[in-house]
């Protein structure tokens, strides 16, 4: 049987290698030079309903109202966003919390512009109805290009010890058999399962929005130096952008055919269905538990208790201030 497993891991990553790469050959990210004025954004990932209210904010043309001329440039599955904003390729990305502080505790001075997530879409889905929770030193997938902080962080405060399975995109390796869990985002991975006909429930899927992890996510941001030399640019586009998503939210049929033009473009792997279920919790996302708005802001207290789990579990060195993150504007 291990042996099995084993020549099953191996086909499964040699498949999931040869997709990942011709989809990265299908989305090269551009190598032209940035032109001069423009504002080259570029999301976290592939084109996809994740990123609708910058699609929205370009076609409808609200950045040009705003007085901002605006590229929008994905990056390539094997090429993050980040190291694009590092080299000056891309002055604006999308980062999770999480995952900006991290990169900030490395050196790299980050400042957040627009914040359009308000809670954390991340879980854990393990397989035949298992508690995630009652696995310990299991075989979890998690993605090369990061987002899985707070799942490190909950596995060294439970003492799971799980053993992290990288993997480039999709669900391929936990569908095959080869992962006893993955982690997952509400609004993607976990529509895929759905779609493969796997059964979940509240026995194999842990949801940390609801365990003591509903950290924020999706937000705008800069390198802190170009955010300097750029404020107004930098403010005209978060405006405009807040705008694509309030718009998004009051027109959702329009804004799923312009996230379906961009996917087509991109040359993505997905499907209509799986983009419209994407965007409907996207946008549940973006509202706050408290508030019941949208408030495109990112909270002290959400700062704080990140700071307080990335730190007690040694994924940062040193505090990150909020007041690092928000510029004073």
């Known amino acids: 049987m291990d042996k099995f497993r084993h020549w099953m891991l191996v086909v499964t990553l040699v498949v999931s290698f040869a997709g990942s790469a011709a989809m990265a050959l299908a989305q090269q990210d551009a190598k032209a030079p940035?032109?001069?004025?423009?504002?080259?954004?570029?999301?976290?990932?592939?084109?996809?309903?994740?990123?609708?209210?910058?699609?929205?904010?370009?076609?409808?043309g609200f950045y040009k109202e705003?007085?901002?001329?605006?590229?929008?440039?994905?990056?390539?599955?094997?090429?993050?966003?980040?190291?694009?904003?590092?080299?000056?390729?891309?002055?604006?990305?999308?980062?999770?919390?999480?995952?900006?502080?991290?990169?900030?505790?490395?050196?790299?001075?980050?400042?957040?512009?627009?914040?359009?997530?308000?809670?954390?879409?991340?879980?854990?889905?393990?397989?035949?109805g298992v508690d995630p929770l009652t696995q310990k030193g299991a075989r979890v997938g998690i993605w090369n290009s990061g987002f899985g902080q707070l799942a490190i962080c909950m596995s060294r405060k439970e003492g799971l010890n799980y053993d992290w399975i990288r993997?480039?995109?999709h669900v391929?390796?936990?569908?095959?058999?080869?992962?006893?869990?993955?982690?997952?985002?509400?609004?993607?991975?976990?529509?895929?399962?759905?779609?493969?006909?796997?059964?979940?429930?509240?026995?194999?899927?842990?949801?940390?929005?609801?365990?003591?992890?509903?950290?924020?996510?999706?937000?705008?941001?800069?390198?802190?130096?170009?955010?300097?030399?750029?404020?107004?640019?930098?403010?005209?586009?978060?405006?405009a952008s807040k705008k694509g998503w309030e718009w998004a939210a009051a027109h959702p049929d329009e804004t799923l055919e312009i996230?379906?033009?961009?996917?087509?473009?991109g040359k993505v792997a997905t499907n209509r269905v799986l983009q419209k279920l994407m965007l409907k919790e996207v946008l549940r996302l973006q509202i706050d538990r408290e508030s019941k708005k949208r408030e495109f802001r990112l909270r002290p207290d959400m700062v704080k208790h990140?700071?307080?789990?990335?730190?007690?579990?040694?994924?940062?060195?040193?505090?990150?201030?909020?007041?690092?993150?928000?510029?004073?504007?």
């Open 66 to 128: 705003a007085g901002v001329d605006v590229e929008i440039v994905h990056p390539s599955v094997s090429r993050s966003a980040i190291s694009r904003v590092q080299k000056n390729e891309s002055h604006a990305t999308t980062l999770q919390l999480a995952q900006a502080m991290e990169i900030i505790d490395k050196g790299v001075p980050l400042v957040n512009i627009l914040q359009t997530s308000m809670n954390n879409a991340l879980v854990i889905v393990s397989r035949r």
């Open 259 to 265: 996230v379906m033009k961009y996917v087509k473009n």
């Open 34 to 60: 940035v032109k001069d004025g423009t504002l080259i954004f570029t999301p976290q990932w592939t084109a996809q309903a994740q990123f609708a209210g910058y699609y929205v904010a370009l076609e409808k």
């Open 167 to 169: 993997f480039a995109s």
């Open 172 to 239: 391929n390796l936990f569908v095959s058999g080869a992962l006893d869990a993955t982690l997952a985002m509400s609004y993607n991975e976990y529509y895929q399962l759905l779609q493969t006909g796997m059964a979940l429930d509240d026995k194999n899927v842990y949801r940390f929005c609801d365990h003591g992890y509903n950290i924020q996510e999706d937000g705008v941001y800069m390198a802190k130096d170009y955010y300097e030399a750029h404020k107004d640019q930098a403010r005209r586009f978060a405006e």
């Open 306 to 329: 990140a700071n307080r789990l990335m730190l007690e579990n040694k994924m940062i060195g040193r505090e990150i201030k909020y007041e690092q993150l928000v510029p004073n504007k």
